[in-house]
């Protein structure tokens, strides 16, 4: 189906930029000569069948689950050096098999998740393909895994998504289109610079239970921001209807 999409030699260097990028230790000179020679960060490493519609970005997001996502933000950087536009592969994606990476950032919730993540946002993606990935992540938090936010591997794992969630927020371009947003961080209930939480390590966050003290998840939770500094909360918000409904009853 897309044997005319990549040369041999295309596909020789797909190849070659995928396996060093697995590395635990990546030679970036040889990544940068693969993707000067005509490698594609975006194209698969082979032409037949369902592996057609891989591409190496989001092979590597997924491989950065098993190692804290160390080396995904410099490869994001050299990708976006080199002229990568995740919105735009030459393989379409489409939602099953060739996946829009960004769908699977919910899957590597860390500071390092959050700095590849900085530079795709400020590299011009687009609010759908935003919008994927904080659906993607609220979606496993409340029905998949349905977290308690009292276990402390729950609660590291919630905190570094909504920081994701919250910085995805913060990009103007980002919040002013998509709607769906702004309700999920309810947006209208608070006054304070949403574009300030660009600064992720600023900020601190509690999971007030007190909607669901017998059973604590997530969903029911508020989720309450501080600001390091002053430890003064700046944004509450709720994800559940009932919880958003009792932050408009107290404004």
């Not at 098999?97 to 900085?118: C, G, H, Q, R, V």
């Not at 947006?187 to 007030?208: A, G, P, Q, S, T």
């Amino acid at each position: 189906m897309f044997e005319d999409l990549y040369s041999p030699k295309e596909l020789e260097l797909n190849n070659k930029l995928l396996n060093e990028c697995l590395k635990e230790i990546i030679d970036f000179d040889l990544v940068r000569l693969y993707l000067s020679q005509g490698a594609d960060p975006l194209g698969p490493v082979e032409l037949e069948g369902w592996k057609a519609k891989e591409h190496i970005y989001d092979e590597l997001v997924n491989d950065a689950c098993d190692n804290e996502a160390k080396n995904l933000p410099e490869i994001t950087r050299v990708f976006l050096e080199f002229g990568m536009d995740i919105a735009k592969p030459r393989v379409p994606y489409d939602g099953r098999d060739s996946i829009n990476p960004l769908w699977s950032f919910s899957f590597i919730t860390n500071e390092n998740s959050l700095m590849a993540l900085k530079l795709l946002l400020e590299n011009g993606v687009s609010y759908e393909m935003v919008s994927e990935f904080w659906d993607h992540a609220i979606m496993d938090l409340v029905f998949v895994d349905r977290v308690n936010p009292n276990d402390p591997a729950h609660n590291e794992w919630i905190t570094w998504t909504m920081k994701m969630i919250m910085l995805c927020a913060s990009y103007p371009h980002i919040l002013k289109v998509d709607k769906n947003l702004k309700e999920l961080i309810c947006y209208d209930i608070n006054c304070y610079d949403v574009r300030l939480f660009e600064n992720w390590n600023d900020y601190y966050y509690k999971f007030d239970d007190r909607l669901c003290p017998s059973n604590p998840e997530f969903h029911n939770c508020i989720i309450r921001i501080y600001y390091k500094e002053t430890k003064e909360e700046v944004w509450k918000m709720g994800v559940s209807k009932y919880a958003k409904e009792y932050l408009k009853s107290i404004r």
